[in-house]
């Protein structure tokens, strides 16, 4: 066969796929072609929007307060070994137990090399201008003076768009691009070094060693911020360790509180649902109302709890919050373990705690993986409702940029909100892969 | 001694008591805690008379309009019919759209599937509230002004002041009256089809339940809309221009920037998780099903509305009143673009006079109230289409 | 069965009486020691507002400029010798007091009116006065409105949980006129709002609508006026906790002492040389040291627990009264000259008591 007819078929074969799949029915017609028109015109849109209209300069100029707020910078080596740790760990981590190593790699070698040679390039900066004018005020010639403020972008070689799309790993304290190229260089590195360890990935030894690393992160990381004041905790600092936070006590705070609900003793079984559905009752939003307004409403106990740190307080909503819901799902993978096992376990011996650390919670929590994962998203999202309650998490940073520089802001609503849609979309995004992957690794979640 | 105590322990009711004893005293000393707390400061509930103090039309129906005059308590009824008002609505928009996206996921139209699948990863991985923030000041400040509105003047008007659509008006002070009327009506409506299917039931003759039940309702509401002076009558929307010039819309029901963004967002964003569950329980249902359905002759669409569908349903429901009630919880978010529901009222209470427990209690029992109407609603419809 | 009943029985009772116990108890001394919370912090944690220009931006860098941050500067200067011991927090008009009852700011310089309620009611003690103000309304210029009187009909923004809310309700209700409210929870919305034509009018305090007034202007080219009507008196100054007068005579006499060193001429340029040599007693009280060879009188004002050359370190990190106003308010068009925020000595308000 001669490669032109090789090539006819295929387009053939194409051609049949499209028969078959997009015109095989009037209906089915009709339906490709509203949403042909629809995708291309969203296309379109978008398209446009993003590499000609947009005004990215003005994100990329706040880009530090998009990600830090007001961290003081002298301080800013708590932030990065943070960023290190973390970084070290979910490059390890994937080596160990994700996907294949190449893309991975072109992945990390690509962002890397648009984000640092881009990051030499445009720099946007405000200008200010003597600004004067007249004023006509009650009839009155006033002189008034002041400053007119415009953005400006320097260096001049790539587009504003090309130097935002470096933005979302652009860094938050200025030009370290070195500790950046660190930063990326542990992304590749620890891949590779976890490949190496992959072999050991069913060790029991690995897991456990791995699985504490996790459980310490998180306390390590907010050990290191400890030294700044949570006066100076904002955007998307704030909602990671918030969430971070809050996953992490939620986490073990649900765990008890399914173990309480199947528990035998029915002061401990009554106690649990009754803390979980009050606490369901109520959005988290009123929640954190609640905690922020409350002063000596509640007698000792809740002028105690209001002597504590906004932040801290927060977070132990969102610990307590969220463990309500992860108690529910953990329930649910509690009653999902035969009954079986548990006579199995009964029968060879094992004490009570033995039996449900060895043998039941393993299992139970095994098959909600993905819906704990569920419920992190949730929390994520959640972490939002800060903005509520006058924290300056990243939305209201957002907020506060357009309020404050409404000289060079003005009407930018959609650059500054879509790149905070970006902050949180990517880590929801990336959180409900895991779960995703966890749910087809573990071949659990369908029942 | 030792051995007597480690008997003891692992006696299992000994133990089991002592357990039980221990912690329900626990869990009795912190209720009382909260509740003894609660009451010291609980009973003062004078702060509910006084005036509320600002004005707030944000709602859509003038009937919810909370004035400064209005007492407080009355304020605080008003934001749970503004959150009522919301929820409803968008309960109603997410399903269809989450019904539609959901299906479209499961299409064999790769460009119709990809297009669902992008809306659902959107919009379930964004907070509800920069949802909120990005149309009630992003896309809805870009529409036009209320000078140069857009659709049909006089009965369906686009502005970024908000859209305004034909309602209906109270002729009187008690036009209310009627919906009492109404509620009466549907009872004894239902009480009568209730008994003519139990007498059919008994007697095997056919008793025409459904057809009583609706002519009485229909006959109640007639006769007491005439005998109440047309309580109600359509009111179809207007733009009014003051001495000065400013323009204003009048009558109809006003969908204002804070509710028809907090509507909006808050379907796209329940409408992305609905079409999950849709698409999870139509894949749920056996695909024997669907080959039985074919193999009898039945078009697509009737084998969607008549054998998927229905077993969808069955199993769909309880995630459904789920999603609901997070629905219901998650709409008090609307009060940071300044739509007056219940947070939003309660909040500014509790700025001017205090008196948080009470306040934040008041939400709560909305809550559970409202919460416990969706539940109902939602395992009676699970009743009827569990099989029997 | 009645075993249970009786030992949970027993468990409210137990429960009820402790927390009789706890509760009978005398509530306690209720005064603070807020100073000693700073000293002990390091740093004055200072609620302000950050979307106002001229009392309060933000900058893309994270600091705060403007009228009121140079108060809670001036207040660092005063405890601690260093103007920038201070941690700003952004308090909006709807959580502003919530944040100070509930400690998690030490001081609030916010553009907040003092009013009866807010003493009494909130537990809001206030210092001098820094900035008398009122409400008034703004609309677009080309609207051709030149009285509130003609504002019948209109849709008015307005922020969430301020004073002007009731002062806008009771000035439309006293003369017959109907309004709409869109009430909005930061100015940054109400600006957008206002620039879109979701509202006709705009109401604040007159000097927040002189600010927007002027960028409106130097951003947008838009033109807008603040119509003559003044819809209620608005002093704005910090506000404290009550129950700490110790740390409210701080407060107040840094704002004091900036007005004295306006009028006695001691600016931030000369603050030194009027230490080193003061040309009179007044000054030299003011600054903390001896007139004339004389012994440096003390004044008591934090009770050695601050400096008693406090004022020194305030002048000279943000100047006086007049310096703070030029620099901050006179930048965005807030004429001083012939207001009510001139010196009494050329006939405005503000006035300050003896410090001696």
Known sequence: MSMLAVRRDAIAERIDWAKANLFDTRVNTAITLVSLVAAVAFLFLTVRYFLFQANWGLVALNRKLFFVGSYPADEAFRVWIAMFLAVTLIAITYGIWGGRLRPYLIVVGAVAALVL?????????????????????????????????????????????????????????????????????????????????????????????????????????????????????????????????????????????????????????????????????????????????????????????????????????????????????????????????????????????????????????????????????????????????????????????????????????????????????????????????AESRLGVGRR | MKQYVSELWYHGSTRANLVNVVVGTLAVIIATYLVYSIFVNLFDFRFLTGPYG?????????????????????????????????????????????????????????????????????????????????????????????????????????????????????????????????FAGGAVALWVRRRREQQEDLTGQTMHGNAWALAIFLGVGVVSYVLLLFPLRPALPEVVQS????????????????????????????????????????????????????????????????????????????????????????????????????????NRIVNNAGNLLQVYLFIFIVFIVTNLIISTIMNTINKNVQLK | MTGRILLLALAIVAGLMIFTACTTEDAGDPREDTLGVILDRGTLVCGIKADTPGFGVLNPDGSAVGNDVDYCHALAAAIFGDANAVEFKEATSANRFELLAAKEIDVLIRTTTWTASRDADLNVAFAPTTFYDGAGIMVHAGSGVTSVNELGGSTICILDGTSTQGAVSDYFAENGLTYSELTLQDNAAIRGSFIGGQCDAWSSDKSQLGGHQFSLKSDENLDAIVLPETLSKEPLGPSVRDYDSEWEDIVRWVVNGMIIAEEQGVTSANVSQMAANPPNNTVARLLGVGFDGGAPSNLGIGHGRIDGTFMQDVISAVGNYGEAYERTLEAVGLTRAGSLNDSYVNGGLIYAPPMR
């Not at chain 2, 329940?270 to 698409?279: K, Q």
Request: neutral net charge.
């Open chain 2, 54 to 182: 600002s004005p707030d039309r944000s709602a859509i129906f003038v009937f919810l309009h909370v004035e400064a005059s209005d007492p407080r308590w009355l304020g605080m009824l008003k934001g749970a019919g503004n959150t009522i008002s919301v929820v409803v609505f968008a309960i109603a928009l997410a399903s269809l759209l989450g019904l539609f996206v959901g299906v479209a996921r499961l299409s064999t139209n790769p460009i119709l599937n990809r297009l669902g699948g992008i809306y659902v990863e959107t919009f379930r991985n964004l907070p509800l509230l920069l949802l909120m923030f990005f149309f009630a000041f992003g896309v809805f400040r870009s529409l036009p002004q209320i000078e140069a509105r857009t659709g049909i003047d006089g009965f369906f008007m686009v502005s970024n002041r908000g859209i305004a659509v034909p309602w209906l008006a109270g002729a009187h002070d008690f036009w209310w009256l009627w919906m009492i009327a109404l």
């Open chain 1, 117 to 437: 040679t881009l990051g030499l390039g445009v720099e946007p900066r405000i200008e200010e201008r003597a600004f004067t004018e007249i004023i006509e005020s009650g009839g009155q010639q006033t002189t008034i003076s002041g400053i007119n403020r415009v953005l400006v972008m320097e260096g001049g070689w790539a587009p504003s768009w090309l130097y935002a799309l470096s933005l979302g790993l652009a860094v938050p304290f200025g030009s370290t691009w070195v500790l950046m190229a660190g930063l990326f260089g542990t992304l590749a590195g620890g891949a590779v070094i976890g490949k190496q360890l992959a072999r050991f990935r069913s060790n029991p030894v690995m897991l456990q060693g791995m699985g504490a690393l996790w459980v310490l992160l998180i306390p390590a990381i907010v050990l290191l911020q400890l030294g700044v004041s949570t006066n100076s905790w904002e955007s998307a600092f704030l909602d990671i360790i918030v969430f971070s936070v809050g996953v992490f006590f939620s986490f073990f705070i649900g765990l008890a509180l399914a173990m309480g609900r199947v528990s035998p003793y029915r002061a401990i079984r009554i106690s649990s649902v009754g803390y979980i559905e009050v606490v369901r009752a109520a959005p988290l939003l009123v929640w954190l109302l609640f905690a922020t307004f409350l002063k000596d409403e509640l007698g000792p106990v809740g002028a105690a709890f209001s002597s504590i740190d906004l932040v801290y307080r927060v977070m132990i909503v969102f610990a307590f919050f969220g463990g309500a819901y992860i108690a529910e799902v953990i329930r649910g993978g509690l009653q999902s373990v035969p009954r079986g096992q548990r006579e199995a376990a009964q029968s060879i011996g094992l004490s009570t705690i033995q039996m449900y650390t060895l043998i039941i919670l393993p299992q139970a929590i095994r098959a909600v993986i993905p819906a704990i994962i569920g419920r992190f998203i949730a929390l994520w999202k959640d972490t939002a409702l800060l903005a509520a309650i006058s924290l300056v998490n990243t939305l209201e940073k957002s907020r506060k940029v357009l309020g404050g520089q409404t000289d060079i802001a003005e009407g930018a609503f959609f650059e500054i909100y879509l790149i905070v849609a970006l902050i949180y979309w990517v880590i929801s995004y990336m959180l409900s892969r895991l779960g995703d992957t």
């Open chain 2, 243 to 346: 001495d000065a010039g400013f323009f204003a819309y009048q009558h109809g029901a006003l969908l204002g920037l804070g509710y028809i963004s907090a509507l909006v967002s808050v379907t796209l964003y329940f409408g992305a998780f609905i079409a999950e569950i849709v698409r999870g329980s139509i894949q749920a249902v056996p695909h024997g099903q669907v080959e039985a359905a074919s193999s009898l002759g039945f078009t697509t669409y009737q084998r969607f509305t008549l054998v998927v569908l229905p077993q969808a349903l069955r199993i769909m429901i309880p995630a459904l009143n789920n999603e609901f009630q997070n629905t219901n919880k998650d709409s008090t978010l609307a009060h940071v673009i300044a739509f007056g529901e219940i947070v939003l009222i309660s």
